[in-house]
């Protein structure tokens, strides 16, 4: 079965400095990895996604993340970190053999920006 | 447009009544989850719907629990009878196509509260 793991449940870093979100995976086929994040109160926005090609993909606000098939990772991360960008994270994959589509999410990372 | 849009927004109940939770998918959307989200179990996935039909229930906790599509614009959860254990928020996502590659776009989530 899939699933996605986020082992950290809080990253504290601050402003101007970079961060790094962690995310591991497993799935049985190809892995279709997302990022989403969701601000208090919110629904869960759409950040950056990696189906296959380059394993450095850009996102929105500044995100990246970089896909690393040996390790089985897709860690989200940021240059320079904003005071802005403290919210909720959360790895997302689907399985590329799932013909259903499911799309799992990690447990989520909460990230606080200190100015 | 105007994304997924979910109603209510709040709702309070007293245990044992019927909740219903309703979700219209942005249009041209074929694909269609319910999540729930608590702060001990995350986020789960309950269900998730490809061109109406329900494709895996598996995270529906249990029979009380029910959701239909009956058609591309319109979807209900529901719960009969409610519990306080079901206090939580719960997302509708959408996505375009049956494509594990294509991302899912987020409601805003209607907060449950069984008292």
């Known amino acids: 079965a899939q699933s996605v793991a986020q082992p950290e449940d809080q990253v504290n870093v601050a402003e101007g400095n970079p961060l790094t979100v962690k995310c591991t995976y497993s799935v049985s086929g190809n892995p279709y990895l997302f990022w989403y994040v969701q601000y208090p109160n919110r629904g869960l926005q759409f950040l950056l996604k990696?189906?296959?090609?380059?394993?450095l993909v850009k996102g929105s606000y500044g995100f990246e993340a970089e896909f690393n098939k040996s390790q089985t990772s897709f860690h989200l991360k940021k240059p320079s970190a904003l005071v802005s960008d403290s919210a909720l994270y959360f790895c997302?994959?689907?399985?590329?053999?799932?013909?259903?589509?499911?799309?799992?999410f990690g447990q989520g990372t909460e990230l606080s920006v200190k100015p | 447009d105007a994304g997924v849009i979910q109603s209510p927004r709040h709702e309070v109940t007293e245990m044992g009544q019927e909740v219903t939770l309703r979700c219209k998918p942005i249009s041209g959307h074929n694909s269609l989850f319910w999540y729930r989200q608590t702060m001990m179990r995350g986020l789960e996935l309950l269900i998730y719907f490809n061109n109406n039909v329900p494709i895996d229930d598996s995270g529906m906790p249990e029979d009380r629990f029910s959701a239909k599509m009956p058609n591309a614009s319109f979807s209900t959860l529901k719960i009969q009878p409610s519990e306080p254990r079901d206090s939580a928020v719960y997302f509708c996502?959408?996505?375009?196509?049956?494509?594990?590659?294509?991302?899912?776009?987020f409601g805003q989530g209607t907060r449950l509260t069984v008292v």
């Open positions: 996502a959408s996505s375009l196509g049956q494509g594990r590659n294509t991302e899912a776009f």
């Open positions: 997302a994959v689907r399985d590329g053999h799932n013909q259903g589509g499911k799309l799992i």
């Open positions: 990696y189906i296959t090609g380059d394993n």
